[in-house]
C-alpha cells in the first residue's frame, strides 16, 4: 500500500515538467550542418591543353613540366624522325603556389612554339564557387587569368608579329572562366569560356579572340583515367582567310587525348595532341597541325607538389 502512494505522487510531480522538458527541447535551434564540398572533381589543375578548377592547397608549392614532341606522322614525321621524339616544339616549366586554398600565383617560362617565343608568365587561378554533394551548388567555377611577355630579339619586318615598337607590344593576356562538375566518382566534365588579347599580331590578325574549351576525365581504375580536352575559337572569317592564304594552311582546332596516372605524389599525363604550343594564347588562336594529317606528337607532364606547412 505504502509502495502504490509514493508511485501516485511521484508521478503526480513529475507530470507537470514533462510538458515543459518538451517545450524546452522544441526551443533548440540547432544550426543545419553546412553542405559538404565535392572534393577531387580533377586529380590535377590541367588536363591536356585546358586547365581545371582544382587548386593547390596554402603554402604548398606545385613544379610541372610540360613537353611536346614533333609530328609522329605526315612529312614532317615518321620513321626517319622517330615520329617527332627527334623534335621539340614547345616545352613549359612552371611552378604554381598557394596564397589560400582556393587561391593560386604561378611563373613559368615557356619556349614558345609560333613566330613569337621566349615566354616569360605569370598566372592567378581562384576558385570562388564549389559543387556540393548535395547539389545545392551544382558546379564549381574558377578563374584563370595570365599576363604573358616575349623576350625575343624585335623583328625589323613591320608586318610580322614580332615586330615590336615598345615593350607593351610583346604582352598577351588570357581570361577563362572554369565550370566544371563531377557528375559521378568516374567522370567529371569541364567547359572554358576564354578570352585572349593580343598587344600586337601579324598584318591582317586580329588582337582579340573569344573560344570555349571543353574536356572531361573518365577514370578507368584508382590510379588510371582517360582525359580529353577540345577548343573551338571563334574567328573573324575574313582575317582568317587573310592569314592563311599569307601563312598557306589553315587553322586548326586544338584536340587532346590522354592518360593521366597518379603515383603517388606525382601526376604524369601521356598525350597526344595536334597543338604544338602549350600557352592559351598560342594553341587557341595559331594551331596549323591536323589529326587527318598526322601532325599530331606525343606529349607528357608531370607534376610535383611540395609542402612548406609549417606542421602543428
Known amino acids: 500500500m505504502k509502495t502504490t502512494i509514493i508511485l501516485l505522487l511521484a508521478n503526480l510531480v513529475c507530470i507537470p515538467y514533462r510538458p515543459q522538458a518538451q517545450d524546452l527541447d522544441s526551443l ?9 564540398a565535392v572534393t577531387a572533381t580533377f586529380k590535377s ?15 604548398e ?16 614525321g615518321g620513321a626517319k624522325n622517330f615520329f617527332g621524339l627527334d623534335n621539340s616544339t614547345d616545352i613549359r616549366i612552371g611552378f604554381d603556389y598557394g596564397i589560400l586554398d582556393n587561391l593560386n600565383v604561378g611563373l613559368a617560362r615557356a619556349k614558345g612554339a609560333t613566330s613569337i617565343t621566349q615566354l616569360y608568365e605569370t598566372n592567378v587561378k581562384y576558385r570562388f564557387l564549389q559543387q556540393t554533394l548535395d547539389h545545392t551548388v551544382p558546379v564549381s567555377i574558377a578563374f584563370f587569368g595570365s599576363v604573358t611577355a616575349s623576350a625575343m630579339k624585335a623583328s625589323d619586318d613591320p ?17 577563362q572562366l572554369i565550370v566544371a562538375r563531377r557528375f559521378s566518382h568516374m567522370f567529371s566534365f569541364t567547359m572554358l569560356p ?22 572531361g576525365r573518365m577514370r578507368i581504375s584508382n590510379r588510371i583515367a ?13 582575317k582568317k582567310e587573310y592569314r592563311e592564304a599569307v ?12 592518360l593521366e596516372l597518379e603515383t603517388g605524389g606525382h601526376i ?28 599530331f606528337r606525343w606529349g607528357f607532364s608531370i607534376s610535383r607538389r611540395f609542402s612548406f606547412a609549417k606542421s602543428t
Open 28 to 36: 533548440v535551434d540547432l544550426p543545419a550542418a553546412a553542405p559538404e
Open 194 to 215: 576564354t578570352f585572349i588579347h593580343r598587344n600586337y599580331t601579324a598584318f591582317g590578325d586580329q588582337n582579340s579572340l573569344f573560344a570555349v574549351g571543353l574536356g
Open 159 to 175: 608586318t610580322a608579329a614580332s615586330s615590336f615598337a615598345k615593350f607593351g607590344d610583346r604582352l598577351t593576356y588570357v581570361s
Open 226 to 238: 582517360v582525359v580529353a580536352d577540345y577548343f573551338f575559337p571563334f574567328r573573324d572569317r575574313r
Open 61 to 76: 608549392l606545385d613544379f610541372r613540366v610540360d613537353h611536346r614532341f614533333g609530328d609522329i606522322a605526315g612529312r614532317a
Open 45 to 59: 589543375g590541367y588536363l591536356i591543353n585546358a586547365k581545371t578548377p582544382e587548386t593547390i592547397h596554402c603554402n
Open 247 to 258: 601563312l598557306g594552311q589553315p587553322y586548326y582546332h586544338a584536340l587532346g587525348v590522354g
Open 268 to 295: 604524369f599525363h601521356l598525350n597526344f595532341t595536334n597543338a604544338t604550343a602549350i600557352q592559351e594564347s598560342q594553341f587557341i588562336s595559331e594551331t596549323t597541325s591536323s589529326w587527318r594529317k598526322g601532325q
